[in-house]
């Protein structure tokens, strides 16, 4: 598969392995791409979002995933409509 156009860094540890937000136009989803440092062969894993979000949230690739969606809301988070009580 190449890589698709829009693609996001999410986190690059010390020692080389990166994590990227990607987005595939063909099928319209995103996932993260694991791409491993060269000293560990830098193989690549693809995984869904489901599955990558599932599989923790200690390491720092997660958390920085997490930070990131959290934007989509803003800091505060989700706002509530205020509804008129009669």
Do not use: K
Request: aromatic share 8%; net charge negative; hydrophobic share 35%.
């Amino acid at each position: 598969m190449s890589l698709p156009e829009a693609n996001r860094l999410i986190y690059a540890s010390p020692n080389g392995d990166c994590w990227h937000l990607l987005f595939d136009p063909t099928t319209g989803h995103s996932f993260v791409r694991h791409t491993g440092n060269v000293a560990s062969g830098g193989h690549v894993t693809d995984f869904s979002l489901s599955t990558f979000l599932a599989s923790g949230r200690n390491g720092p690739e997660h958390q920085e995933l997490w930070r990131l969606i959290g934007t989509l809301v803003g800091e505060s988070g989700p706002r509530q409509q205020v509804s008129d009580v009669a």
